[in-house]
C-alpha cells in the first residue's frame, strides 16, 4: 500500500505514540514493532526499513531519556557497558544487512528468529514483585555483558532495534527492576541507532537501491515516538511490571510469528516453481538415455518390417 508524504505522517504518528507508549515503560523504544507497520502499511522498501527504523530511534527516545533524566533515572554504568558493545556491532550489522541479506524472504527469517525469543522472554519471565524486599540482582559480569552487546548490537544493526530491545529484557531477567534499565538501554538504542543511520547514510553512496533511511517516514514515525516515548516513561511508575512486560511479549511473539509465517508461503511458492521448471526441461540424464533409447529401438524396428515383407512374399 502507497501513501503520499501527508497520509504517511496521518499514519504514521498515531501508529508510532501508541507503539512507543507500550514499549518505553520496558526500556524498548518501540522500533521492534515497526518492520511489520512499514512493509504492509507504508510500502517502505525492504532495504529502507531498517535504516528508517534506525531514524525512528534517533527521533524517538530523546522524549523517554528526557523524561527519565527529570525523574532521577539515568543509566550510569551499565549505560556506558551497553553503548560500548552495541555502537561496534550495529555498524557491523548495518553493512552485513545492505551486503549479504538484502533479500526480502531472508530477511522475514532474521526478523522472525530475533522477535520470538525475545517475545517468550518478555512474556514468560516475571521480575520481583514491588512489594516483595528487593533481592540482590544476578551481576553479569562486565567482559560477558561487553560481548552480549556487540552480538546483539550486530542483530540490532540487520533488525533496525539498535540493540536495547534485546538487552533489556535480559538484564531485567537478571533480577534488575525496569526502572534501572529502562534509561540504559534506551541510552545504547540512541546512539547506536545514531551510528546505524550513518553508516547506511554512507552505504546508500555507492550501493544501489533504497539502502538510505526514507526520511519523510522515519522522521513521521520519530514524531509520533518522541510523544509517546515521554509519556511511556512519564507512567512508568504507574504501570506494573508484569503487565508491561506481558502485553509487549505477546505483541512481539504475534509479530515474529506472522513474519515466519510470511516466510514459509514464500519458500513453498519458491519450491513449487522449482519443481515447474524441472518438470518443463527434463535433465540432460534423462534426455541422452531416451536419444540412446531411440538409437537401439530404429534397428530392432528395421529387422521387425524385413521379417513382415518376408512372411508377405512366401504367403
Same mark, same amino acid.
Not at 522524549?63 to 554504568?77: E, H, I, K, P, S
Not at 538484564?171 to 546512539?191: D, E, M, N
Given at each position: 500500500?502507497?501513501?503520499?508524504?501527508?497520509?504517511?505522517?496521518?499514519?504514521? %504518528?498515531?501508529?508510532?505514540?501508541?507503539?512507543?507508549?507500550?514499549?518505553?515503560?520496558?526500556?524498548?523504544?518501540?522500533?521492534?514493532?515497526?518492520?511489520?507497520?512499514? $512493509?504492509?502499511?507504508?510500502?517502505?522498501?525492504? *532495504?529502507?526499513?531498517?535504516?528508517?527504523?534506525?531514524?525512528?530511534?534517533?527521533?524517538?527516545?530523546?522524549?523517554? *531519556?528526557?523524561?527519565?533524566? @527529570?525523574?532521577?533515572?539515568?543509566?550510569?554504568?551499565?549505560? *556506558?557497558?551497553?553503548?560500548?558493545?552495541?555502537?561496534?556491532?550495529?555498524?557491523?550489522?548495518?553493512?552485513?544487512?545492505?551486503?549479504?541479506?538484502?533479500?526480502?524472504?531472508?530477511?522475514?527469517?532474521?526478523?522472525?528468529?530475533?522477535?520470538?525469543? %525475545?517475545?517468550?522472554?518478555?512474556? %514468560?519471565?516475571?521480575?520481583?514483585?514491588?512489594?516483595?524486599?528487593?533481592?540482590?540482582?544476578?551481576?553479569?559480569?562486565?567482559?560477558?555483558?561487553?560481548?552480549?552487546?556487540?552480538?546483539?548490537?550486530?542483530?540490532?544493526?540487520?533488525?533496525?532495534?539498535?540493540?536495547? !530491545?534485546?538487552?533489556?529484557?535480559?538484564?531485567?531477567?537478571?533480577?534488575?527492576?525496569?526502572?534501572?534499565?529502562?534509561?540504559?538501554?534506551?541510552?545504547?538504542?540512541?546512539?547506536?541507532?545514531?551510528?546505524?543511520?550513518?553508516?547506511?547514510?554512507?552505504?546508500?553512496?555507492?550501493?544501489?537501491?533504497?539502502?538510505?533511511?526514507?526520511?519523510?517516514?522515519?522522521?513521521?514515525?520519530?514524531?509520533?515516538?518522541?510523544?509517546?516515548?515521554?509519556?511511556? $516513561? @512519564?507512567?512508568?511508575?504507574?504501570?506494573?511490571?508484569?503487565?508491561?512486560? @506481558?502485553?509487549?511479549?505477546?505483541?512481539?511473539?504475534?509479530?515474529?510469528?506472522?513474519?515466519?509465517?510470511?516466510?514459509?508461503?514464500?519458500?513453498?511458492?519458491?519450491?513449487?516453481?522449482?519443481?515447474?521448471?524441472?518438470? $518443463?526441461?527434463?535433465?540432460?540424464?534423462?534426455?541422452?538415455?531416451?536419444?540412446?533409447?531411440?538409437?537401439?529401438?530404429?534397428?530392432?524396428?528395421?529387422?521387425?518390417?524385413?521379417?513382415? *515383407?518376408?512372411? !508377405?512374399?512366401?504367403?
Amino acid at each position: 500500500m502507497c501513501w503520499g508524504a501527508g497520509w504517511t505522517a496521518i499514519v504514521a %504518528l498515531p501508529a508510532a505514540y501508541l507503539i512507543a507508549l507500550v514499549a518505553t515503560p520496558a526500556g524498548i523504544s518501540g522500533a521492534v514493532l515497526l518492520p511489520p507497520f512499514q $512493509a504492509g502499511v507504508l510500502g517502505t522498501p525492504s *532495504l529502507a526499513i531498517t535504516p528508517t527504523n534506525l531514524l525512528y530511534n534517533v527521533v524517538a527516545t530523546p522524549g523517554a *531519556l528526557y523524561r527519565y533524566w @527529570r525523574q532521577g533515572q539515568t543509566g550510569g554504568r551499565p549505560a *556506558l557497558v551497553l553503548i560500548a558493545g552495541t555502537l561496534p556491532g550495529v555498524i557491523a550489522g548495518s553493512v552485513i544487512r545492505v551486503e549479504l541479506l538484502p533479500g526480502e524472504d531472508v530477511f522475514d527469517i532474521v526478523v522472525a528468529v530475533v522477535l520470538i525469543p %525475545l517475545g517468550c522472554w518478555l512474556a %514468560l519471565t516475571r521480575p520481583p514483585a514491588a512489594d516483595m524486599p528487593a533481592r540482590p540482582a544476578r551481576v553479569i559480569p562486565v567482559p560477558v555483558l561487553l560481548v552480549l552487546a556487540v552480538v546483539v548490537g550486530c542483530v540490532g544493526g540487520i533488525y533496525g532495534i539498535g540493540g536495547g !530491545a534485546i538487552l533489556a529484557p535480559v538484564l531485567i531477567g537478571s533480577g534488575q527492576r525496569a526502572s534501572v534499565v529502562a534509561p540504559a538501554a534506551l541510552a545504547s538504542t540512541f546512539v547506536t541507532s545514531v551510528a546505524g543511520v550513518t553508516t547506511f547514510t554512507l552505504l546508500s553512496l555507492y550501493h544501489p537501491g533504497a539502502v538510505a533511511p526514507d526520511w519523510p517516514t522515519g522522521l513521521a514515525l520519530g514524531a509520533g515516538g518522541l510523544a509517546g516515548g515521554y509519556t511511556g $516513561a @512519564r507512567i512508568q511508575s504507574r504501570m506494573p511490571d508484569v503487565l508491561i512486560r @506481558r502485553l509487549v511479549g505477546i505483541l512481539v511473539i504475534a509479530i515474529g510469528a506472522g513474519y515466519l509465517w510470511s516466510a514459509g508461503i514464500l519458500c513453498g511458492y519458491r519450491l513449487a516453481a522449482l519443481r515447474q521448471r524441472r518438470d $518443463a526441461f527434463p535433465a540432460p540424464g534423462r534426455v541422452i538415455s531416451g536419444q540412446v533409447g531411440k538409437l537401439i529401438d530404429q534397428p530392432r524396428r528395421g529387422q521387425d518390417l524385413e521379417q513382415a *515383407l518376408h512372411f !508377405a512374399a512366401a504367403e
